[in-house]
């Protein structure tokens, strides 16, 4: 009997250990013929349950899922035992791609504005249509002049994207919300080396993290809250625990000790913490003396450094102490740590500890990934900075841009309203705009996409091919296969209307600018085969086969390739030089008018904005006050009842760039001089969900930048406090459910605020 891709998990018993031998099987051509239809029935008596391997593409770092399909319908979604990253957990997100699927919000058509641009009229044209408006525009300007900007793509994708932008000669300005600009250039500096590395927390003994969120949102949080329950319970002695953080996160709130650092002075504290270790003559001698290479470290002293970071100087000598003796010590830093105008800074001093201690390259420390198993495709997804952005606003309201294609990004809700992005994109009242087409790759409505004139939908992950390249990675050589676990939503719509594959779309309109992009196919499927094809002609990792199509079959069984010896074997990069020179956090705002520092946070479940639109994503309560639905504001429970706020006053929220209103959350584990609000709402565009629900705090950032990378310094606005009179009550896990106003069809038609 022939292995299919169905029956190949059952078969292979969810084993990840070791390569699995195929004997020749074919593919099927009829097995992804399934239905998905616009209006899901009720569950079927009958029927046959399908497992698909794939990737959910709703987490920041890719997780191996296995998607249950039933009648032609994604049931259920799980994660896949075999696949390195997550090893059979998922986060809450991946649960909500299935709402991204079937979200009743979807575009079904290409879309052409009629309109005032944001005006929000749109007419429905073919595929032909717009594709020909778009390529007829290009063709008109300079490649310069053509801007893309997507979210952070790896893998295939990447070299798809690349390849276009390379021939076309145009600009690509990668996006994402919180960028790890600052993570990313420590790296570098810190261990030589682009990808970033696995942090292996699982067989650490002390793990110091400032700042690094790590079990809520930070990097790859499933995979280290995964590490993170061997750390403590494995079959060796209870790892402990340090986090260094401005907020009591979730990470904090599982710490043996949570300290409060005072926000961008987390570098300082780091080179304090080595500065004590060095006058104790501990550490590794030889990085010692790489690492003081011309830098004083007495300047950094615990007595001298106390009062500027918040931590008494015995709390630091303790700290120092501990790392030095109960090893492997492991420290690790992103976050709030990395936001400051001093990011860079303090990433460096934090991630040379490591070098201190002589953990780079063994168990429990600093593990570095090995480049990619296949040398053409992206090391790692490129981020433009805070300071890019801003270049490129001044080049559209200047007219150098001709048209702007977008995908997966958001920038007009997350680029702070002070880089002017979005004001540049507007243009003027006249009817003439300073960016003659927009064109957003998108399946639903966001701020960006809002503002479009050619909107083309694209498939959901669920209907489409793909893979990921994870960074970080598992210490080996990893890539993750996507593969369409259901048929297009839209295809009834016919050919011409329907949602179509993103890098499909690039590669048909790169033939129609007569651009050869040097790929080896003529749809991304071919470029993925192509791709898996060299893998198997490798003969490694964890699957084999007599004969590609069983290769090809097995891939997409297990949801991917991995070759576990595949390991970095180079030397272990000799330690650079500490910062010789303070940095000190500015701020946006100064204390004597604004009271209060500013640290934003991401959402467990929204991340920056990016799952707002799906109402799983919505009701999954906050790990640390439980809250749901909304923007809230975490304040000083002392400090609260000095201004007399209670939880559920609406307060205005004030920097020098603009003004929020949010819910009060008097909170115990906030600082007397910090304000914390999570990323995620206020959403102008983005369907019945998220659209005018809550606040956009990156609207009253600071426009500040890290001094060397011109990364945004999105924690380092100071604002001040002030009660508007309204309460709502604030949606919360615990609490009871109001009665709410129904129509006879019991349907909630409105919801008021509750009276204290």
């Given at each position: 009997?022939?292995?299919?891709?169905?029956?190949?998990l059952?078969?292979?018993g969810?084993?990840?250990?070791?390569?699995?031998?195929?004997?020749?099987?074919?593919?099927?051509?009829?097995?992804?013929?399934?239905?998905?239809?616009?209006?899901?029935?009720?569950?079927?008596?009958?029927?046959?349950?399908?497992?698909?391997?794939?990737?959910?593409?709703?987490?920041?770092?890719?997780?191996?899922?296995?998607v249950?399909?039933?009648?032609?319908?994604?049931?259920?979604?799980?994660?896949?035992?075999?696949?390195?990253i997550?090893?059979?957990?998922?986060?809450?997100?991946?649960?909500?791609?299935?709402?991204?699927?079937?979200h009743?919000?979807?575009?079904?058509?290409?879309?052409?504005?009629?309109?005032?641009?944001?005006?929000?009229?749109?007419?429905?044209?073919?595929?032909?249509?717009?594709?020909?408006?778009?390529?007829?525009?290009?063709?008109?300007?300079?490649?310069?002049?053509?801007?893309?900007?997507?979210?952070?793509?790896?893998?295939?994708?990447?070299?798809?994207?690349?390849?276009?932008?390379?021939?076309l000669?145009?600009?690509?300005?990668?996006?994402?919300?919180?960028e790890n600009t600052?993570?990313?250039?420590?790296?570098?500096?810190?261990?030589?080396?682009?990808?970033?590395?696995?942090?292996?927390?699982?067989?650490?003994?002390?793990?110091?993290?400032?700042?690094?969120?790590?079990?809520?949102?930070?990097?790859?949080?499933?995979?280290?809250?995964?590490?993170?329950?061997?750390?403590?319970?494995?079959?060796?002695?209870?790892?402990?625990?340090?986090?260094?953080?401005?907020?009591?996160?979730?990470?904090?709130?599982?710490?043996?000790?949570?300290?409060?650092?005072?926000?961008?002075?987390e570098?300082?504290?780091?080179?304090?913490?080595?500065?004590?270790?060095?006058?104790?003559?501990?550490?590794?001698?030889?990085?010692?003396?790489?690492?003081?290479?011309?830098?004083?470290?007495?300047?950094?002293?615990?007595?001298?450094v106390?009062?500027?970071?918040?931590?008494?100087?015995?709390?630091?000598?303790?700290?120092?102490?501990?790392?030095?003796?109960?090893?492997?010590?492991?420290?690790?830093?992103g976050?709030?740590?990395?936001?400051?105008?001093?990011?860079?800074?303090?990433?460096?001093?934090?991630?040379?500890?490591?070098?201190l201690?002589?953990?780079?390259?063994?168990p429990?420390?600093?593990?570095?990934?090995?480049?990619?198993?296949?040398s053409?495709?992206p090391?790692?997804?490129?981020?433009?900075?805070?300071?890019?952005?801003?270049d490129?606003?001044?080049?559209?309201?200047?007219?150098?841009?001709?048209?702007?294609?977008?995908?997966?990004?958001?920038?007009?809700?997350?680029?702070?309203?002070?880089?002017?992005?979005?004001?540049?994109?507007?243009?003027?009242s006249?009817?003439?705009?300073?960016?003659?087409?927009?064109?957003?790759?998108?399946?639903?409505?966001?701020?960006?996409?809002?503002?479009?004139?050619?909107?083309?939908?694209?498939?959901?992950?669920?209907?489409?091919?793909?893979?990921?390249?994870?960074?970080?990675?598992?210490?080996?050589?990893?890539i993750?296969?996507?593969?369409?676990?259901?048929?297009?939503?839209?295809?009834?719509?016919?050919?011409?209307?329907?949602?179509k594959?993103?890098?499909d779309?690039?590669?048909?309109?790169?033939?129609?600018?007569?651009?050869?992009?040097?790929?080896?196919?003529e749809?991304?499927k071919?470029?993925?085969?192509?791709?898996?094809?060299?893998?198997f002609?490798?003969?490694?990792?964890?699957?084999?086969?007599?004969?590609?199509?069983?290769?090809?079959?097995?891939?997409?069984?297990?949801?991917?390739?991995?070759?576990?010896?595949?390991?970095?074997?180079?030397?272990?990069?000799?330690?650079?030089?500490?910062?010789a020179?303070?940095?000190?956090?500015?701020?946006?705002?100064?204390?004597?008018?604004?009271?209060?520092?500013?640290?934003?946070?991401?959402?467990?479940?929204?991340?920056?904005?990016e799952?707002?639109?799906?109402?799983?994503?919505?009701?999954?309560?906050?790990?640390?006050?439980?809250?749901?639905?909304q923007?809230?504001?975490?304040?000083?429970?002392?400090?609260a009842?000095?201004?007399?706020?209670?939880?559920?006053?609406?307060?205005?929220?004030?920097?020098?760039?603009?003004?929020?209103?949010?819910?009060?959350?008097?909170?115990?584990?906030?600082s007397?001089?910090?304000?914390?609000?999570?990323?995620?709402?206020?959403?102008g565009?983005?369907?019945?969900?998220s659209?005018?629900?809550?606040?956009?705090?990156?609207?009253?950032?600071a426009?500040?930048?890290?001094s060397?990378?011109?990364?945004?310094?999105?924690?380092?606005?100071?604002?001040?406090?002030?009660?508007?009179?309204?309460?709502?009550?604030?949606?919360?896990?615990?609490?009871?459910?109001?009665?709410?106003?129904?129509?006879?069809?019991?349907k909630?038609?409105?919801?008021?605020?509750?009276?204290?």
């Open positions: 009997m022939a292995v299919t891709r169905r029956r190949f059952s078969l292979a969810g084993s990840a250990a070791g390569a699995i031998l195929f004997q020749a099987c074919g593919v099927p051509e009829d097995e992804l013929l399934v239905q998905a239809p616009v209006e899901m029935p009720e569950d079927l008596v009958e029927g046959f349950d399908i497992r698909y391997a794939t990737l959910c593409r709703q987490c920041p770092t890719s997780e191996g899922v296995v249950r399909v039933m009648g032609g319908r994604a049931k259920k979604v799980e994660g896949n035992v075999d696949y390195p997550n090893q059979g957990k998922h986060s809450v997100r991946c649960e909500a791609a299935l709402q991204d699927l079937y009743p919000d979807r575009i079904s058509a290409p879309l052409v504005r009629v309109g005032d641009r944001g005006a929000g009229q749109w007419e429905e044209i073919s595929w032909t249509d717009a594709l020909s408006r778009v390529s007829s525009q290009i063709s008109k300007l300079d490649g310069e002049e053509v801007v893309l900007t997507t979210g952070p793509v790896s893998g295939h994708l990447g070299k798809v994207v690349d390849s276009f932008v390379g021939k000669g145009a600009r690509q300005i990668p996006y994402e919300t919180i600052n993570l990313q250039a420590a790296v570098s500096y810190v261990f030589g080396q682009e990808v970033l590395p696995d942090f292996d927390i699982a067989n650490a003994g002390y793990v110091l993290s400032f700042g690094a969120d790590f079990l809520n949102t930070w990097l790859s949080p499933v995979r280290f809250a995964k590490a993170y329950g061997e750390f403590r319970q494995g079959d060796r002695e209870r790892g402990t625990l340090v986090h260094v953080d401005s907020r009591f996160s979730m990470t904090g709130a599982n710490a043996d000790e949570w300290v409060y650092v005072k926000p961008g002075w570098g300082h504290l780091a080179l304090s913490i080595a500065s004590e270790i060095v006058s104790a003559g501990g550490g590794d001698s030889d990085a010692v003396a790489k690492l003081t290479n011309g830098v004083d470290l007495d300047q950094y002293s615990a007595d001298r106390s009062a500027a970071t918040g931590v008494s100087a015995d709390r630091i000598k303790h700290i120092a102490e501990e790392f030095a003796s109960h090893g492997p010590s492991l420290s690790i830093g976050g709030a740590a990395a936001a400051h105008t001093n990011g860079l800074f303090n990433m460096k001093a934090i991630y040379s500890l490591n070098q201690v002589g953990n780079v390259g063994q429990g420390g600093v593990i570095l990934n090995p480049g990619p198993a296949l053409d495709l090391e790692t997804p490129a981020t433009a900075s805070f300071g890019q952005w801003q490129l606003s001044a080049d559209i309201a200047t007219g150098k841009v001709g048209v702007l294609i977008v995908r997966g990004a958001d920038p007009v809700y997350g680029i702070p309203a002070t880089a002017g992005f979005k004001k540049a994109l507007v243009g003027s006249t009817g003439k705009f300073n960016v003659p087409m927009i064109v957003s790759f998108s399946n639903r409505m966001d701020d960006t996409t809002a503002l479009a004139d050619i909107i083309l939908p694209e498939h959901s992950s669920f209907e489409d091919w793909g893979d990921d390249v994870p960074n970080p990675a598992p210490g080996y050589q990893t993750g296969f996507q593969q369409p676990v259901v048929r297009p939503f839209f295809e009834s719509r016919g050919q011409h209307l329907g949602s594959s993103f890098p779309v690039l590669i048909s309109m790169a033939q129609t600018l007569g651009l050869d992009l040097g790929l080896a196919g749809t991304f071919e470029v993925l085969e192509d791709g898996a094809r060299r893998l002609d490798a003969d490694r990792g964890s699957v084999k086969a007599t004969d590609f199509p069983s290769f090809w079959n097995g891939i997409l069984a297990r949801g991917g390739w991995w070759d576990t010896s595949a390991r970095h074997t180079g030397p272990v990069p000799d330690p650079q030089p500490l910062p020179k303070p940095e000190t956090p500015e701020s946006g705002g100064s204390e004597s008018s604004y009271s209060y520092a500013l640290v934003p946070f991401l959402s467990a479940s929204l991340g920056s904005g799952g707002a639109h799906l109402p799983w994503l919505q009701a999954t309560p906050d790990p640390i006050t439980t809250a749901t639905w923007t809230w504001v975490e304040i000083n429970i002392r400090v009842e000095d201004l007399g706020i209670e939880e559920g006053d609406v307060v205005k929220v004030t920097s020098a760039h603009g003004t929020i209103e949010a819910l009060a959350y008097p909170h115990p584990g906030i007397p001089d910090v304000v914390s609000v999570p990323l995620g709402q206020g959403h565009a983005g369907g019945r969900y659209e005018g629900r809550g606040a956009n705090v990156l609207s009253i950032l426009p500040l930048a890290d060397q990378t011109g990364a945004l310094a999105w924690a380092a606005t100071r604002v001040n406090l002030t009660k508007t009179g309204d309460w709502v009550r604030l949606p919360k896990f615990e609490n009871s459910a109001p009665d709410l106003a129904v129509d006879e069809d019991q909630v038609i409105e919801l008021t605020p509750i009276d204290s």
